[in-house]
């Protein structure tokens, strides 16, 4: 069955820390592949999106994803993350043939501490 | 440019009781997508609308739940009578359709609980 998984509900990052949020997906085949950001009270703002090509992608806010075919992830990372990426994060993707649904994973809370 | 929009924010009912969601999305975008988010949950799809035709409607509890997008444009969902399971933020979200980059736009969403 096609899934999507974040391993970790909750991880805590001191400011100017590095961060990495790891996403898995069981599927056949390469989907397209989402990372969203949802802040309290807020809907989900995308943050980047892979299709194809070059497997390191650039995105809003400084945070980058690079796409690992043969760990079937696509893991989100920024150099140094500052208080006001405190959010929710999700990892989300779109399977061929899906009319671009998206499902979502389970997500990840980000706490940043002073 | 507008976002989506999404009415109301917040509404608290009582099980059995009905309630409606509105949704206006950008201007111009083809695709409508219902999700239901409940608390600790990722979205999951309930309906998703190709200009006012049904794409996928698989994931809706269509005993309570309905859905309708008449003109193509804005679209209400509706629950009646409301489960103390629903109790989640519904959010909308558009899309350009074919031909787009395939990105989503949310809307705030609408909160809803149900006591």
């Known amino acids: 069955a096609q899934s999507v998984t974040q391993p970790d509900i909750h991880i805590t990052v001191s400011e100017g820390a590095s961060l990495e949020l790891r996403c898995n997906y069981s599927y056949g085949a390469t989907p397209y592949l989402f990372w969203y950001v949802q802040s309290p009270g807020q809907g989900l703002q995308l943050l980047l999106k892979?299709?194809?090509?070059?497997?390191l992608v650039q995105g809003i806010k400084g945070f980058e994803a690079e796409f690992k075919r043969s760990q079937s992830s696509f893991n989100l990372r920024k150099p140094s993350v500052h208080w006001s990426d405190a959010a929710e994060y999700f990892c989300?993707?779109?399977?061929?043939?899906?009319?671009?649904?998206?499902?979502f994973g389970s997500g990840t809370q980000l706490t940043v501490l002073p | 440019e507008a976002g989506v929009a999404q009415s109301p924010r917040y509404k608290i009912i009582e099980k059995r009781q009905s309630v409606a969601f509105w949704c206006n999305p950008i201007?111009?975008?083809?695709?409508l997508y219902w999700y239901q988010q409940i608390l600790g949950q990722g979205p999951k799809l309930l309906i998703q609308f190709q200009n006012n035709g049904v794409v996928d409607d698989s994931q809706l509890p269509k005993d309570r739940f309905s859905a309708e997008r008449l003109k193509g444009v804005d679209s209400t969902l509706k629950i009646q009578p409301a489960k103390l399971e629903d109790s989640a933020v519904y959010l909308c979200?558009?899309?350009?359709?074919?031909?787009?980059?395939?990105?989503?736009?949310f809307g705030e969403g609408s909160r809803l609980t149900v006591l």
């Open positions: 979200a558009s899309s350009l359709g074919r031909g787009g980059s395939g990105e989503l736009f």
């Open positions: 201007s111009g975008h083809a695709t």
């Open positions: 989300a993707v779109a399977f061929s043939g899906s009319a671009r649904q998206l499902t």
């Open positions: 892979y299709f194809s090509g070059d497997t």
